[in-house]
């Protein structure tokens, strides 16, 4: 707000100052030259009458000669007014529409447009700095969960794009560098509601800067970073950074995961929202045999760290390895679409390949000339931008690793169901047939496409007629959650894969679980069946329905008409024993 007022003082004190002069010598003039009255006398026009005509002869066509007829040296001096007056004000519109255009004004009206929309909010948001691929894949899954998200970026034409978007929510957008702090008070860093700040800029030095501003002006807030640089990574760390992502390792070691337990990469992929994975066939790579990795830039070491950590000695192909650094073991100098250069790195043995440059005609033409020489060869596929997905999936890739889909995705589980987070960590300290068995469970439960997931938190907020029927002494188990509201001899298709008390937490509980207040519980399964458990879950009569069998209506009209209803029934009851039904 101060930047509006000293921009609109700055440019327009000059105008201002022109015509308040302008005004003045007007006025001044008046008083100072002689007129007559109404019978000849000499007559003087005093302040009032002075600034009263110059003011309506400024600003309208005029209202006549007051008090008295002007002689001809009055008249003279209100033409040379009436001209000066308007060439005066011809200048300060001017300089008034210059303002109303200048981009410094226009950005200072947004901003204080953007920090009064930013204090009026009343619910728990994040924001998020950057708005790239990342960032817009981030944000749209947010508000499908129905959070509140602020955007931060530096691009205007990604703040314009944003208005755009046909999302759930709307969210506020500010163009701005978030690398300085004021953008980041505008944007709500110390509001109540600000539940997380996400740093998800193309820039490590930035995102940097986001962490440091964050935990400094806003300690207890939750961060998440993107870096894809262990210096990096290793001073976000040292500040208490809560999580830091970097989409290389992740990605490594989802392979690294894959190679030793398919079932475990099949579940974890499957529950934090895979498309296009069939349950029934895991991904296996090949845990023997020789590997090629084209491009060994930061995703191509990170790859080849894993691999030769599983045993395997990966065969490297890079055509800059100057600039990218050279590799421990062999490698080809090359960039890998040309049949010579794979050939040189053993294609023929080969039994799984890695195109990972940071192109992706490149790594295209890696896969289909390799596929040409071998093709069983199990392949991975980078892919650098979203709108080549089309031609992403015509290739038909083993794995592909886009690494702004795997920050948003990791992202995403950890500000809308960090519970599923807890559970694949666990996951990971199981037996390769357990997760394939729980995989195959699920599957059968709600059929060929990824489940819903869900945390229920059993408060007075969430779950009303639990806490109730918990705080009335009565005795409610996971069995009676997972009832059909509507027929409680069934159960819904919903399996539990996480209760956690306090710090202990419980896979896969059994249905005969009681459960507690403040307890925290990840269900998974249809879409539908989520609905019907928020019933329960917050309808007193529906849960009681559940617990005892009987039905009961809420209101004294319902209760008259469910007694009809009874009587009703019983009548016909006897009816058809009479008739010896």
Not at 199 to 226: G, Q
Not at 261 to 271: D, K, R, V
């Amino acid at each position: 707000m101060h930047s509006i007022f000293f921009l609109i003082f700055r440019r327009m004190r000059q105008p201002l100052l022109t015509l308040v002069m302008t005004y003045a010598i007007a006025v001044l003039g008046l008083t100072l030259i002689p007129g007559q009255d109404a019978v000849g006398n000499p007559w003087r026009m005093d302040f009032f009458h002075a600034f009263y005509f110059v003011s309506f002869m400024a600003t309208t066509i005029g209202f006549g000669e007051i008090p008295y007829p002007f002689t001809d040296a009055q008249r003279l001096w209100v033409t040379f007014s009436l001209y000066a007056t308007v060439v005066v004000w011809i200048y300060a519109l001017g300089t008034l529409l210059s303002l109303v255009q200048d981009k410094a004004f226009q950005q200072a009206l947004t901003e204080r447009a953007f920090a009064r929309r930013i204090r009026r909010i009343r619910e728990d948001f994040y924001l998020i700095c950057g708005y790239g691929e990342t960032g817009g894949a981030l944000a749209y899954a947010l508000t499908e969960r129905d959070r509140s998200v602020v955007v931060i970026d530096i691009d205007p034409d990604r703040i314009s794009m944003l208005q755009l978007e046909n999302l759930r929510r709307f969210i506020p957008a500010l163009h701005g560098d978030a690398a300085r702090p004021r953008y980041l008070l505008e944007a709500g860093l110390k509001h109540a509601r600000c539940k997380g700040v996400v740093a998800l800029t193309n820039d490590n030095e930035v995102n940097l800067k986001v962490a440091i501003t964050s935990k400094l002006l806003h300690p207890e807030i939750k961060v998440i970073c993107r870096s894809d640089s262990h210096d990096v990574e290793e001073n976000m760390a040292s500040f208490g950074t809560d999580y830091i992502i970097n989409p290389f390792d992740t990605f490594a070691k989802h392979l690294a995961t894959a190679l030793q337990a398919p079932g475990i990469y099949l579940l974890h992929h499957w529950l934090t929202g895979g498309r296009g994975v069939d349950w029934e066939v895991p991904v296996n790579p090949p845990a023997k045999g020789r590997w090629i990795v084209c491009g060994y830039g930061r995703f191509g070491r990170a790859v080849c760290h894993r691999l030769k950590s599983e045993g395997i000695e990966p065969m490297v192909i890079e055509s800059m390895p100057g600039m990218t650094g050279m590799p421990e073991s062999g490698f080809v100098l090359g960039r890998g679409t040309e049949a010579k250069t794979l050939h040189e790195a053993g294609i023929d043995q080969a039994v799984g390949l890695v195109a990972g440059t940071d192109n992706d005609a490149n790594n295209l033409s890696i896969i289909m000339t390799a596929r040409e020489l071998r093709p069983e060869l199990f392949v991975i596929l980078r892919q650098n931008h979203k709108e080549n997905q089309s031609i992403v999936d015509a290739v038909n890739a083993d794995m592909v690793m886009h690494p702004s889909a795997i920050i948003a995705n990791r992202i995403r589980v950890l500000l809308g169901t960090p519970l599923l987070y807890q559970f694949t960590s666990l996951a990971l300290h199981q037996d390769d047939a357990w997760a394939q068995s729980l995989v195959k469970r699920i599957g059968q439960l709600v059929g060929y496409h990824p489940p819903a997931i869900w945390e229920v938190l059993l408060d007075s907020e969430g779950s009303l007629a639990v806490c109730e029927a918990l705080d009335s002494g009565r005795k409610v188990i996971l069995s009676h959650l997972l009832a059909d509201p509507v027929t409680r001899e069934n159960t819904l298709p919903v399996i539990c894969l996480l209760l956690k008390r306090g710090g202990t937490s419980l896979m896969l509980p059994e249905g005969s679980e009681g459960v507690r207040l403040g307890d925290r519980l990840l269900f998974c399964g249809r879409r539908q069946a989520r609905d019907r458990m928020e019933w329960c879950l917050q309808n007193t009569h529906a849960l009681n329905y559940i617990l005892t069998g009987e039905v009961t209506s809420g209101g004294w009209i319902w209760r008259k008409l469910g007694l009809k209803s009874r009587v009703t029934l019983t009548g016909q009851q006897v009816a058809s024993k009479d008739n010896g039904g």
